[in-house]
């Protein structure tokens, strides 16, 4: 083997330590990379953690959320056929303004029965007020004839006492024969006849005052009648008054007007149609009272309270659009308890299902205003449970 020549000895050594110093290089920058890259990465996190612990962290969210509001539902308080129809759905309509019309021919006819009756029982006091005086009157009469039948007793008893005198003055005479049979016959005959007018006269004495006596029973039931009472307050007439007023509402109830602020919804009610009284005929949406109604899961109310901030989105209107609201309450039980099979987990095969609760929310009336939301509308809510009014909490309750 032939000897090496030192000049390529020298430049392989030359080489090696080239190669060793870049590869030193190129090592030191990488960790150089490495710690710039940590120390980004650390940053980024320090930064995402100091953002998610002042925006995100207390706050909770859920996307099971709708729009739902009190609405009016229009009913009809008389029977009777539809004469006009003056809203259609989707109208914005407000309170006091005419929906419906129904024919008012019946009802005005109620009405003037019930005046006439009305009438009839004014007059009815009337008569009965009038014959009070009527029978005091008679009262009077009465005692008028009793005094007469006194005074018809008074000189029959004087024409018996004559009579009885004649007669014995006549037996008396009978056995001296001054006296003849025939006039003692006619002096018997006369005291007889005057003891009959005496016993009628006391009779007719008991007459007149058993018709006096009627007399002030018809005065007494003819003021119980009066006594006490007005024409506005007797019975009759109050009772004719209140049938007036009930006919008068019948006729005022023909026209239907709007009892809130609203849109005009699922109207079922069409010209000439006869609808019943408490039928639906249409549902007004009042836009500006909505609320909505979060389904929080169970495990998200560890914190939640009442009057806590709450914002929410709609799709309706896109992530732009950004409501403002507070928790007002909560739901008196899950969905499940109150559906219509709920469900029975008293069995062997039971899995526990996280359940839902309702978190009512009231929004505010001016961005309401300004961004009119609709019933049955989903929406994404989150609730900061870091803020909020320090109200009680009605979990416990």
């Known amino acids: 083997m032939a000897d090496a020549n030192p000049n390529e000895i020298v430049a392989e050594d030359s080489a090696d330590m080239t190669n060793e110093a870049s590869s030193a290089d190129k090592s030191a920058k990488r960790k150089k990379l490495f710690l710039i890259l940590g120390a980004v990465v650390l940053v980024v996190a320090i930064l995402w953690g100091a953002w998610y612990f002042l925006t995100q962290a207390g706050r909770v969210h859920t996307d ?8 009016a539902q229009v009913t009809p308080l008389v029977a009777g056929a539809v004469k006009e129809v003056r809203v259609g759905g989707t109208q914005v309509v407000h309170k006091g303004d005419i929906l419906v019309v129904i024919d008012d021919a019946d009802a005005k006819v109620d009405v003037a029965t019930a005046k006439a009756a009305l009438f009839a029982a004014q007059q009815k006091f009337g008569q009965a007020t009038a014959n009070v005086g009527t029978a005091r009157a008679q009262v009077q009469a009465r005692g008028a004839d009793i005094a007469q039948a006194r005074a ?5 008893a ?8 004649d007669l014995a003055r006549r037996e008396a005479l009978i056995g001296s024969g001054a006296v003849s049979g025939e006039e003692l016959s006619s002096a018997r005959a006369a005291f007889a006849a005057a003891r009959a007018a005496r016993d009628l006269a006391a ?8 018709t006096r006596t009627s007399a002030q029973s018809d005065v007494v039931a003819t003021e119980a009648l009066t006594r006490g009472t007005s024409i506005s307050t007797t019975p009759d ?14 006729l005022s109830r023909t026209v239907i007007r709007a009892p809130i602020d609203g849109i005009v919804t699922n109207r079922q009610v069409q010209v000439g149609q006869r609808v019943a009284a408490g039928a639906p005929i249409m549902t007004l949406v009042p836009l500006a009272q909505v609320y909505v109604d979060a389904n929080f899961k169970e495990s998200q109310f560890s914190k939640v309270k009442i009057g806590q901030p709450v914002e929410l989105s709609s799709d309706f209107y896109g992530g732009d659009v950004v409501y403002h609201g507070r928790v ?6 899950t969905g499940a308890a109150f559906s219509l099979i709920p469900a029975q987990n008293a069995t062997g095969n039971w899995i526990k299902v ?3 609760l309702p978190v009512r929310v009231t929004l505010d009336p001016r961005e309401l205003r300004d961004h009119p939301l609709r019933v049955g509308l989903s929406m994404d809510a989150t609730i900061d449970t870091r803020g909020g009014d320090t109200r009680e909490d009605n979990r416990g309750q």
């Open 237 to 250: 007439v109050a009772s004719a008054k209140a049938r007036l007023d009930k006919a008068m509402l019948d």
């Open 152 to 156: 018809k007793a008074a000189d029959a």
């Open 354 to 356: 996280v359940q839902r």
């Open 328 to 333: 007002s309450g909560y739901a008196g039980g």
């Open 203 to 210: 009779a007719g004495i008991v007459t007149a005052q058993a």
């Open 158 to 165: 004087a024409q018996l006492e004559r009579a009885r005198i």
């Open 64 to 71: 099971n959320a709708y729009v739902g509001a009190d609405t």
